[in-house]
């Protein structure tokens, strides 16, 4: 019998952000381009607030392994800016390795 051991590792499986954003893109072409990011599985989108030139949305972002980095460049390429993490979760994921 191999013997194993489990290593510890950790991805970030849900991020809730509270997003500054033009009107342009759209919601749906906003929520769209992030799921091009790597990780991301589902994109909930929805419109907070609306003033004359912005919209203040809140995303739920979740996937396997997120990359926080990564999702914040495509919000800023998009033109948004992320105000806060209203919520995270990182789960443990346990590698079995051969040794």
Request: aromatic share 2%.
């Amino acid at each position: 019998m191999d013997e194993r051991r489990a290593e510890r590792n950790t991805a970030v499986t849900k991020l809730v952000l509270d997003v500054l954003k033009p009107h342009q893109p759209t919601l749906i072409e906003f929520a769209r381009s992030l799921t091009s990011t790597r990780g991301v599985e589902r994109v909930n989108a929805s419109v907070m607030e609306v003033d004359a030139e912005t919209e203040t949305i809140k995303l739920i972002i979740e996937g396997r392994d997120l990359d926080v980095e990564e999702i914040s460049e495509t919000v800023r390429r998009l033109g948004g800016v992320v105000h806060s993490v209203d919520e995270v979760i990182v789960e443990v994921r346990r590698v079995e390795r051969r040794g």
